[in-house]
């Protein structure tokens, strides 16, 4: 909470305005929106996806417990 005060008396000292609530929570889909499509196209095409090495040694220690 101290540091959400800190942030409105750097606000009154600058002369700068504030986001409302919706202005936020627009802001932050479209950073999301925009993080999702970049691990989208970062993604090898045309295959699929399945355990990697570590997950399967991790399987395999469980198993032998």
């Known amino acids: 909470m101290e540091k959400l005060e800190d942030m409105d008396k750097f606000l009154d000292t600058n002369n700068l305005s504030r986001?409302?609530?919706k202005e936020i929570?627009?802001?932050?889909?479209?950073?999301?929106?925009?993080?999702?499509?970049?691990?989208i196209k970062s993604l090898p095409s045309k295959k699929s996806s399945g355990p990697d090495?570590?997950?399967l040694n991790s399987i395999k220690r469980l198993k032998n417990n």
């Open 19 to 21: 986001l409302n609530h």
């Open 53 to 55: 090495d570590s997950l």
């Open 25 to 39: 929570e627009n802001l932050n889909i479209s950073i999301m929106s925009s993080k999702i499509k970049a691990v």
